[in-house]
């Protein structure tokens, strides 16, 4: 009953026309486009992976197989655990956290200084200077860390340069050209939301704590960090969604013996076709990223309606 | 905060740890784009160069993926663009209790991964097609396992969310009551909205549809799922860089960033002039006197940049025309094959009888047309540890004035070392 009323508000104050356009858009968006194609995403990853002449057939029934799949494995290796896959998904998620943290402790004295130097020159250039490599694409971003950290790259003649090092070390072997070229990634969507919200600390706060004797260290914990927790929460979330979610990075900058979860999905999708073990996967890492960002947040004592601030 | 001396170095070193972090490897593809060896790299500088960017502009696969990826783009635009501008109106007019549960619908497809959205887009209207019985070769059933008409559906479900933000926060300052006042005189409802408004949005608007055109642009992870058998810029980049790369890819990158310097200072520049024209207006600063320089680049350090590079720009496209980095090649490759030599006759004098099997000189047999690629097949390359894969799709033979020097790919020193062996 009070869902109709507020309908009828609503097309009194739209009128008609308007109204049912502006409500069909986003019906179409959030329906026909998001909900429903996750919607139909679940119901896929509980059916088998049968040939097209079986489908809608007596076969056709729901399935928990392709989750037990990624945790206990398929039926021919006789493990108890499907631990290659369990593996790369929990280094998924630990090195996303990573990198985000990363991305916090880096970003935070720029963001604070940017947003306490306010109006000077110097800061609106390096504001400029930012925005040049967030317009470059990610793969080519991901392109460059590896003309740097390949075998004969830059950091490689450096340190052997240096002494530091005889033989070539295998950056990208070791993972550190994907940490690295993830952190460098999602680096700005971290700094940009921290620096609006320093922005808009009022800098006599600052003086007043100083003036009262509080140290450096006390200012920060007093005072920045607890204003700045909406702008530190909303670029976490991103950072971590996305590197968590990224897919080009790892397969460039990615060692060849591991994996990033994304690339698992892809595998599934796209070399054995089986679509169904797929959108399982793709759950998993929807439900598991999603539950993490939850429970941060609600640590945090942050609000849905901080991101994207 | 112990001495203001020690804090100052601590911090001008952070400052150079992060833009060295965030520029370095930008700096160091762009060296690597004018650098001759065909594996990209920027260190060991042997000869420069401009053949890559004619390998670029001749990439037939590049191409094609640009020119799919302003169609996405475009359509992308389109549908996101309106969506989020619906979904901002809503926002401001739903009822408080409603209101959070609303803001997180319309925000979470920014947070959920884009390889999931790829993915449920394409089995979403795979089912959509078969509920509607939409037969093999059908009108309905190719519509639905497009790639383009897939890919703009999946992005534009999580740009709209980019666009939303975007409208909210102009929304914010509209004042409800011009709609009202228009609405009291009589106007209709549609000519409320298209009056009042859409023109105070409009910059909200432009602003929405370039960022949604460059999130689609660069949007890798929805779309390679949704793409099926077309291609976009990103698709064929990564495939390119996985595969085989040369530093063809450099270029691209190298003229991306200067595409954006150039947006970023004339924007700046922009900026400047209309704050300066302002300023005059109201009778601050004196009218500038007609001089020598037109008055929008005084005072505006951006604008004379700008002049700059872009001349800059000019020459080097004029330079590139005539140089020839010829005789520089032929000295690295000789310096090269003589080394190459060393090491041979090192291993053959190890092994004595067992001539080394040395891989086959495919100089004969690389195909005329393929000039820069050529260097690919040189013998040089091959005996490397990573022999670079086969560049992908050689291109058409780059501009004839400027590529002298791929002849030399059949030069005598070549075919010596091939015969040698």
Redesign the interface.
């Known amino acids: 009953m009070k869902r109709k009323l507020?309908f009828a508000d609503?097309f009194r104050?739209?009128?008609?026309?308007?109204?049912s356009?502006?409500?069909g858009?986003?019906a179409?968006?959030?329906i026909v486009?998001?909900i429903?194609?996750?919607i139909?995403?679940l119901d896929?990853s509980f059916r088998f992976n049968l040939p097209p002449a079986e489908?809608g057939g007596p076969k056709d029934v729901y399935t928990l197989s392709n989750y037990q799949h990624l945790i206990y494995g398929s039926d021919e290796t006789h493990q108890s655990f499907n631990t290659i896959d369990l593996m790369v998904f929990l280094r998924t998620i630990v090195a996303a956290i990573m990198v985000t943290i990363f991305d916090i402790i880096?970003c935070y004295?720029?963001a604070y200084?940017l947003g306490q130097a306010r109006g000077m020159g110097m800061a609106r250039l390096l504001v400029?200077?930012?925005?040049?490599?967030y317009?470059?694409?990610?793969?080519?971003?991901?392109?460059?860390?590896?003309?740097?950290f390949?075998?004969?790259?830059?950091i490689n003649?450096a340190l052997m340069l240096l002494h530091l090092t005889s033989e070539p070390i295998d950056f990208i072997r070791h993972d550190i050209a994907l940490y690295a070229g993830l952190g460098?990634a999602y680096?700005l969507l971290m700094l940009f939301p921290m620096y609006n919200v320093i922005e808009s600390l009022d800098r006599n706060q600052i003086e007043a704590a100083r003036d009262l004797g509080a140290?450096?260290t006390r200012i920060h914990r007093r005072i920045v960090i607890p204003h700045a927790k909406p702008g530190i929460a909303s670029g976490s979330?991103?950072v971590f969604?996305?590197s968590?979610?990224?897919?080009?990075t790892p397969?460039?900058l990615g060692g060849p013996s591991s994996l990033w979860f994304?690339q698992l999905?892809?595998q599934w999708?796209n070399n054995s076709l089986n679509?169904q073990q797929?959108?399982a996967y793709?759950?998993v890492?929807?439900v598991a990223?999603?539950t993490i960002?939850m429970t941060i947040m609600k640590i945090f004592r942050v609000?849905?309606?901080d991101?994207?601030k | 905060?112990k001495s203001p001396i020690v804090s100052r170095i601590a911090?001008g070193l952070?400052?150079i740890i992060?833009?060295g972090?965030?520029?370095?490897?930008?700096l160091?593809?762009s060296v690597?784009a004018f650098n001759s060896p065909s594996f990209?790299?920027?260190?060991?500088w042997e000869c420069f160069t401009f053949e890559w960017f004619s390998v670029l502009w001749h990439d037939r696969h590049i191409r094609e993926g640009i020119y799919y990826s302003v169609i996405i783009g475009l359509g992308t635009v389109i549908l996101s663009v309106?969506?989020g501008?619906?979904?901002s109106?809503?926002l401001t007019?739903?009822?408080a209790r409603?209101r959070?549960v609303y803001?997180?619908?319309?925000?979470?497809?920014?947070?959920?991964?884009?390889?999931?959205?790829g993915?449920?887009?394409?089995?979403?209207w795979d089912?959509v097609g078969?509920f509607l019985g939409a037969g093999e070769g059908s009108l309905l059933d190719g519509l639905f396992h497009n790639g383009l008409f897939l890919t703009i559906?999946g992005q534009?479900?999580f740009i709209?969310?980019y666009a939303m933000?975007v409208f909210v926060a102009r929304l914010q300052r509209f004042d409800p009551g011009l709609t009202e006042a228009a609405l009291d005189l009589g106007a209709?409802?549609?000519q409320a909205?298209r009056k009042i408004l859409l023109p105070f949005l409009r910059p909200a608007i432009a602003s929405a549809s370039v960022l949604a055109f460059?999130a689609s642009f660069?949007n890798?992870?929805t779309t390679?799922?949704t793409i099926v058998d077309y291609k976009t810029?990103?698709t064929v980049?990564?495939q390119k860089?996985?595969l085989g790369?040369n530093p063809s890819?450099?270029a691209?990158?190298f003229a991306?960033?200067t595409l954006?310097?150039l947006v970023?200072l004339a924007s700046?520049a922009y900026r400047r002039a209309a704050q300066r024209k302002e300023a005059v207006w109201q009778g601050k600063v004196a009218r500038p006197a007609a001089r020598l320089w037109p008055a929008w680049l005084r005072g505006n350090p951006a604008a004379i940049l700008f002049v700059l590079l872009s001349f800059t720009i000019i020459v080097a496209f004029g330079v590139a025309q005539r140089y020839s980095p010829a005789q520089c090649k032929i000295a690295a490759r000789e310096a090269k094959q003589a080394e190459i030599q060393r090491s041979i006759e090192e291993l053959r004098a190890r092994r004595q009888e067992e001539a080394p099997q040395a891989p086959a000189p495919t100089t004969d047999t690389a195909p005329a047309g393929s000039g820069a690629f050529g260097n690919v097949f040189a013998p040089g390359n091959l005996p490397g540890a990573?022999a670079p894969e086969p560049a992908p799709e050689p291109a058409p033979a780059p501009d004839a004035p400027a590529n002298g020097a791929f002849g030399n790919v059949f030069a005598p020193g070549n075919l010596t070392t091939g015969g040698d062996n």
């Open positions: 507020i609503f104050n739209n009128g008609a026309l308007m109204g356009i502006l409500i858009l986003v179409f968006w959030l486009l998001v429903l194609p996750q139909s995403m896929y489908q880096l004295p720029l200084f400029v200077l930012l925005i040049i490599p317009w470059v694409n990610e793969i080519l971003r991901a392109f460059a860390l590896r003309i740097i390949g075998d004969g790259g830059l003649e460098y680096i140290s450096w979330t991103m969604m996305l968590a979610g990224a897919l080009a397969q460039i994304t999905v892809y999708f679509w797929g959108a793709a759950i890492l929807l990223t999603i960002v609000n849905m309606g991101i994207g | 905060m911090l952070y400052f992060f833009f972090y965030l520029m370095g490897p930008l160091v593809m690597s990209p790299s920027a260190s060991p309106s969506m501008l619906a979904a109106i809503v007019q739903i009822s409603l959070s803001y997180t619908m319309i925000i979470a497809p920014i947070l959920i991964p884009g390889v999931v959205i993915i449920s887009t394409l089995v979403f089912r078969r559906l534009s479900s709209a969310s933000l209709s409802h549609t909205f460059l660069e890798y992870n390679t799922f810029l990103t980049l990564a860089v996985r790369i890819i450099s691209l990158a991306i960033i954006t310097i970023a700046e990573p």
